[in-house]
Protein backbone atom coordinates (compact mmCIF):
# COMPACT_ATOMS: atom_id res chain seq x y z
CA UNK A 1 0.00 0.00 0.00
CA UNK A 2 1.42 3.44 -1.03
CA UNK A 3 0.83 6.12 1.88
CA UNK A 4 -0.13 9.89 0.13
CA UNK A 5 -0.11 11.84 3.03
CA UNK A 6 1.81 11.31 6.60
CA UNK A 7 3.04 13.26 9.56
CA UNK A 8 6.38 13.73 11.22
CA UNK A 9 6.60 13.18 14.73
CA UNK A 10 6.21 17.05 15.87
CA UNK A 11 3.14 17.13 13.65
CA UNK A 12 1.77 14.11 15.71
CA UNK A 13 1.91 15.36 18.89
CA UNK A 14 0.59 18.65 17.49
CA UNK A 15 -2.36 16.68 16.79
CA UNK A 16 -3.22 14.99 19.66
CA UNK A 17 -2.94 18.62 21.74
CA UNK A 18 -5.50 19.68 19.16
CA UNK A 19 -7.81 16.98 19.47
CA UNK A 20 -7.61 17.76 23.22
CA UNK A 21 -8.55 20.68 23.30
CA UNK A 22 -11.13 20.60 20.07
CA UNK A 23 -12.41 16.99 19.37
CA UNK A 24 -12.64 15.39 16.59
CA UNK A 25 -10.36 16.75 13.35
CA UNK A 26 -10.14 17.12 9.51
CA UNK A 27 -7.45 18.47 7.40
CA UNK A 28 -7.77 20.21 4.07
CA UNK A 29 -5.26 20.92 1.93
CA UNK A 30 -6.21 23.61 -0.46
CA UNK A 31 -5.03 24.95 -4.17
CA UNK A 32 -5.26 28.65 -3.30
CA UNK A 33 -2.57 30.99 -3.85
CA UNK A 34 -2.43 32.12 -0.12
CA UNK A 35 -2.49 28.81 1.75
CA UNK A 36 -1.37 26.69 -0.44
CA UNK A 37 1.54 25.14 1.32
CA UNK A 38 -0.60 24.88 4.72
CA UNK A 39 -2.77 22.67 5.14
CA UNK A 40 -5.72 24.03 7.15
CA UNK A 41 -6.59 21.75 10.70
CA UNK A 42 -10.59 22.67 11.09
CA UNK A 43 -13.06 20.78 14.27
CA UNK A 44 -14.52 17.81 12.24
CA UNK A 45 -17.69 19.50 9.72
CA UNK A 46 -16.56 22.74 10.30
CA UNK A 47 -15.53 22.94 6.86
CA UNK A 48 -17.50 21.66 3.68
CA UNK A 49 -16.16 19.09 1.75
CA UNK A 50 -16.92 19.39 -1.80
CA UNK A 51 -17.30 16.94 -5.19
CA UNK A 52 -13.63 18.79 -5.84
CA UNK A 53 -12.27 17.23 -2.86
CA UNK A 54 -10.44 14.16 -2.68
CA UNK A 55 -9.68 12.23 0.19
CA UNK A 56 -5.95 11.37 0.63
CA UNK A 57 -5.63 9.76 3.73
CA UNK A 58 -5.11 10.57 7.57
CA UNK A 59 -2.82 11.58 9.84
CA UNK A 60 -3.44 11.04 13.75
CA UNK A 61 -7.10 9.49 12.68
CA UNK A 62 -7.78 12.55 11.35
CA UNK A 63 -9.11 12.67 7.72
CA UNK A 64 -6.73 14.85 5.33
CA UNK A 65 -8.71 15.85 1.98
CA UNK A 66 -6.76 17.60 -0.73
CA UNK A 67 -9.05 19.59 -3.49
CA UNK A 68 -8.86 17.66 -6.99
CA UNK A 69 -6.83 20.57 -8.85
CA UNK A 70 -4.22 20.24 -6.09
CA UNK A 71 -4.12 16.72 -6.13
CA UNK A 72 -3.46 16.60 -9.88
CA UNK A 73 -0.40 18.88 -9.44
CA UNK A 74 1.00 16.43 -6.46
CA UNK A 75 -0.25 13.10 -7.42
CA UNK A 76 3.49 11.73 -7.98
CA UNK A 77 4.24 12.93 -3.90
CA UNK A 78 3.87 11.88 -0.60
CA UNK A 79 2.82 14.52 1.18
CA UNK A 80 4.27 14.89 4.44
CA UNK A 81 3.05 17.04 6.93
CA UNK A 82 5.40 18.56 9.74
CA UNK A 83 5.25 21.30 12.11
CA UNK A 84 7.06 24.74 11.96
CA UNK A 85 7.15 27.77 14.35
CA UNK A 86 4.56 31.25 13.34
CA UNK A 87 1.18 31.70 12.67
CA UNK A 88 -0.88 29.37 9.94
CA UNK A 89 -4.22 30.18 7.80
CA UNK A 90 -6.57 32.23 10.08
CA UNK A 91 -9.29 29.53 10.72
CA UNK A 92 -6.94 26.65 11.09
CA UNK A 93 -7.00 25.71 14.75
CA UNK A 94 -2.92 25.77 15.63
CA UNK A 95 -2.72 28.89 15.30
CA UNK A 96 -2.95 30.26 18.59
CA UNK A 97 -0.18 27.49 20.02
CA UNK A 98 2.36 29.52 17.72
CA UNK A 99 3.12 26.77 15.42
CA UNK A 100 1.73 26.43 11.82
CA UNK A 101 1.20 22.58 10.46
CA UNK A 102 3.52 23.46 6.76
CA UNK A 103 3.07 20.13 3.68
CA UNK A 104 6.43 19.00 2.96
CA UNK A 105 6.58 16.37 -0.19
CA UNK A 106 8.87 13.62 -1.38
CA UNK A 107 8.84 12.70 -4.94
CA UNK A 108 7.40 8.90 -5.40
CA UNK A 109 9.97 6.48 -6.53
CA UNK A 110 9.16 4.78 -10.19
CA UNK A 111 7.88 1.42 -8.35
CA UNK A 112 5.52 3.51 -6.55
CA UNK A 113 4.42 5.66 -9.46
CA UNK A 114 3.90 2.01 -11.15
CA UNK A 115 2.10 0.51 -8.58
CA UNK A 116 -0.51 3.93 -7.78
CA UNK A 117 -0.98 4.00 -11.99
CA UNK A 118 -2.10 0.32 -11.69
CA UNK A 119 -4.51 0.73 -8.34
CA UNK A 120 -6.12 4.20 -10.64
CA UNK A 121 -6.47 1.82 -13.99
CA UNK A 122 -8.67 -0.93 -12.29
Not at 13 to 26: A, Q, S
Not at 33 to 54: H, K, L, R, V
Amino acid sequence: MIIKVTATKEALVLIDLLKKKHGPLMFHQSDGCCDGSSPMCYAENEFMIGESDTLLGEIGNCPFYISSAQYEYWKHTQLIIDVVKGRGGMFSLEGPEGKRFLTRSRVFSAEERALLNKKENE
